[in-house]
C-alpha cells in the first residue's frame, strides 16, 4: 500500500511540474537504484528544486504549453537485438535511419507547437548508428524551446567527431545504459572519449529490466491501476509524426495497428492550437487503450534480466 502511494505520488508530482521532470531528467535519478545513489540524487534534486518550481510558477502565470519530455526516435537500426526491448526493435521485419528532412520537419513541427519541452531526448534502436546525427543535435540545440538534449546509446559504438563535436556544443548528455560487460566492449573507452571531450554523460544503472509484454493480448487486473502508477507515462514519444503518451502505445498503435488513435497526437497535421488541445486532453487521461495490454513500468511490472539477445536472422 505504502509503495503504491509512493509510486504514484512522484509519478503525479513529476507530471504536474515539468520543469522538476527535467531537473530529474537531466540528473538521471530514474536510473539510479541503489540507497547510495538514491540520496546523492535526492540531495541534487532538493538543491534545484526550487529554481524549477520558479519555472513551474512563471509557466502557469503565463499559461504555457511546456511538455516534461519527448523522446524522438531516429533510428530502428541497432547493434544489439534484445529481447525486451521497449521499443520493440527485435521484432520489426525492416530496421531503417529516419531521413534527416523528415525528422528536422517533424521536430519542427512540434517546436512550434509548445512554448517549451524541459528534456529533449534522441532514441533508437542505437542512435549512433544515424550517420547524420550531428545535424540533428546541432538543429535541436539551436531551439530556444529545448531544454536540455540527451541521447541514449547502449554503448556499443564510439561516436565519430562530427558527433562528439555537436554533443560537446549542445551540452547535451549521453545516456548509456548498463548491459552485461561482453555486451559493451568499447564502453570504457566511450567514456574516456566523451570525458575527453567535455561532454556529459551518465552510465546507468539497472539490476533489471520491466517487462510489458508481447502487447498482443488483454493483460488482467486494473488497466487505471497499471497507468496510475506507471513511470512510462512520464515520456512521450515521438515517432513518424505522431506523439505517443509511451512507448508501448506507439509499439501497439504503428506495429499491429490496435492503438487507440485518441491516445497520440498527429504532429503533422494538427494547428497549434489543435495540438495544445489534444495535448491537455491527451495529459489529463486516466488509462488509455494500451494499459489494457501492457503491464507497465512499476514495483508491480515482472522483472527480467537485462538484454538478453534473441537469435539475429540472416536478413537482420
Ligand atoms: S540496445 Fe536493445 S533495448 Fe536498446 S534499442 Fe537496441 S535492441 Fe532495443
Ligand atoms: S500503456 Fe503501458 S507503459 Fe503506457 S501508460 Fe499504460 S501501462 Fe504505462
Known sequence: MLKRWFWRAQISILCACPPLHGVVVRHGIGS?????????????????????????????????????????????????????????????????????????????????????????NLSGGETFLHPELDQIIRFCAASNRIGTIDLSTNGTLIPN???????????????????????????????????????HYLHESGDYWYDTGDLGRLQEGSAKRRFSICAQRLCPTCYQGNLYLCSPSLVLTEKEGAGGSEDSIAVRAVSAAEFRRQWKELHKKHVITTCSYCQGFSYQTPRVPVAEQRERHAAD
Request: a positive charge; aromatic letters at 6%.
Open 161 to 199: 567527431q562530427a558527433t562528439l563535436s555537436a554533443l560537446r556544443d549542445a551540452k547535451a548528455t549521453v545516456r548509456i545504459s548498463r548491459y552485461a560487460p561482453a555486451l559493451q566492449p568499447n564502453v570504457e573507452q566511450l567514456k574516456t572519449i566523451l570525458k575527453e571531450n567535455g561532454i
Open 32 to 120: 539510479n537504484r541503489s540507497g547510495k545513489l538514491w540520496i546523492v540524487t535526492l540531495l541534487r534534486l532538493a538543491l534545484r528544486a526550487i529554481p524549477a518550481l520558479f519555472s513551474y510558477c512563471r509557466d502557469k502565470l503565463k499559461k504555457r504549453v511546456v511538455l516534461p519530455r519527448v523522446s524522438v526516435g531516429i533510428t530502428t537500426r541497432c547493434t544489439l537485438n534484445c529481447d525486451k526491448c521497449v521499443g520493440h526493435i527485435a521484432d520489426l521485419q525492416t530496421h531503417e535511419d529516419f531521413p534527416l528532412d523528415v525528422l528536422l520537419r517533424d521536430i519542427k513541427a512540434l517546436l512550434s507547437h509548445v512554448d517549451y519541452i524541459y528534456a529533449f
